[in-house]
């Protein structure tokens, strides 16, 4: 056999292998949606990475999600904002590909950035992974839960809008075919799934909802049993709280925006203003204000009505489509937790008890913000005199 007919056999043969890989190949894609569950499901794939792989189970990668892979290979399609001018793809896709391609049995993908595609964006990844069998996962909770997170995460990213204005947007963002409207693309449950079901590469869709608050149930069980994860499905994860989303009390989130009120005041660097309002956040979580602490909820009766009939809708358009649930779409109906737990306390009235310990916690960071920085002490001082005044006064 000439050196020419061992290539041709070689290149034969790999081909074979290749085809082999892809026959037996399965891509299962998490799109999220942010707010559901999320964080702590990829946190426990994450730990349980080389488990995984001893069942022919691939959750690429080193971090607990894919988010960085993706905006490195969507750029400017990616939703949020210009994080795809950071990432480079021959440093983040490729690499993650190369594991793709070699691996047999499920690859498992996890990336809430995704919900809020369009569906060029849909297209744009999943050409680039190149697999005609893509299985599309869909974590929901419902919004009376899911809009108070997103609004604390508004105020711990240093924004400032009121919750009313913030809740407004999103009034008047809602039904429009608006591209800019990443957030709307992925919480409106029936035109996110209408989306990724009108790609030819996708082959199934499932919806997982997570269990409404005050009844029993498990997320991970739901979306375990919704891919067929090979792993304990009895037992739910626990999610370290180094880990975890830090649930803020009503009294601490509007501390938080005070903060940042006064910090777009002062000549305090950005960077300074993140690490500030980080350690505030980690000094509270050390505390005990872990994720649960205090129950998110709606205040506004107004808004209560409106986010419940937003639900209704979302409900009935999903009852019109064809996916696979995992869970119960009755989940997705709000049940505000003070109607739950029989809270009835006025978020705008902080006790004198909770504005002690409040303050004496920004007092501590305000001091270690300045031992290290040994700058900007006048800007410090203001910010913490006058985040108290704003909270004693209101």
């Excluded at 009895?234 to 999610?239: D, I, K, L, N």
């Excluded at 501590?364 to 300045?370: E, G, N, P, S």
Aim: with cysteine; net charge neutral; charged share 25%.
């Amino acid at each position: 056999m000439t050196a020419a007919e061992r290539s041709l056999k070689r290149t034969e043969a790999d081909a074979r292998v290749a085809d082999n890989v892809r026959a037996v190949r399965k891509v299962v894609i998490h799109i999220g949606v942010s707010k559901s569950g999320t964080s702590y499901l990829q946190n426990a794939l994450a730990a349980r990475r080389a488990e995984l792989i001893a069942d022919q189970w691939l959750f690429p990668g080193h971090d607990h999600n894919q988010t960085a892979e993706f905006i490195s290979v969507l750029g400017e399609a990616s939703p949020w904002g210009a994080q795809w001018k950071r990432a480079v793809k021959s440093k983040r896709w490729d690499p993650m590909m190369k594991q793709i391609k070699a691996a047999p049995g499920t690859v498992l993908l996890s990336s809430e950035l995704l919900a809020g595609l369009t569906p060029e964006g849909i297209d744009l990844i999943l050409t680039e992974l190149d697999e005609s069998d893509v299985k599309i996962v869909v974590t929901a909770r419902d919004l009376g839960r899911t809009l108070p997170s997103m609004v604390q995460q508004h105020f711990k990213s240093g924004r400032v809008s009121t919750v009313e204005n913030y809740y407004q947007r999103l009034a008047n963002g809602r039904g429009r075919n608006d591209p800019d409207l990443w957030w709307w693309r992925a919480f409106e449950l029936p035109a996110l799934v209408e989306r990724w079901q009108a790609n030819p590469r996708v082959s199934s869709i499932a919806l997982v909802t997570a269990p409404a608050a005050g009844t029993s149930g498990s997320l991970w069980t739901r979306f375990a049993d919704a891919i067929d994860l090979p792993l304990d499905r009895t037992h739910a994860p626990v999610m370290p709280l180094d880990a975890a989303n830090v649930a803020l009390d009503k009294y601490q989130m509007r501390l938080i925006r005070y903060l940042n009120l006064e910090m777009l005041e002062t000549d305090l660097a950005l960077d300074s203003q993140v690490q500030l309002r980080e350690r505030l956040i980690a000094k509270w979580m050390a505390a005990g204000n872990g994720p649960g602490r205090d129950k998110l909820t709606i205040h506004s009766d107004r808004w209560r009505q409106v986010v419940a009939g937003w639900a209704a809708e979302d409900i009935a358009g999903l009852k019109e489509l064809d996916f696979e649930l995992s869970g119960d779409l009755d989940d997705l109906r709000p049940r505000f937790e003070d109607e739950l737990s029989g809270d009835q306390s006025d978020p705008s009235q902080c006790p004198d008890d909770e504005l002690a310990n409040l303050m004496a916690a920004v007092q501590a960071v305000m001091a270690q913000q300045d031992e290290l920085e040994r700058i900007n002490n006048k800007a410090v001082i203001r910010i913490g005199r006058t985040a108290r005044r704003r909270l004693t006064r209101s």
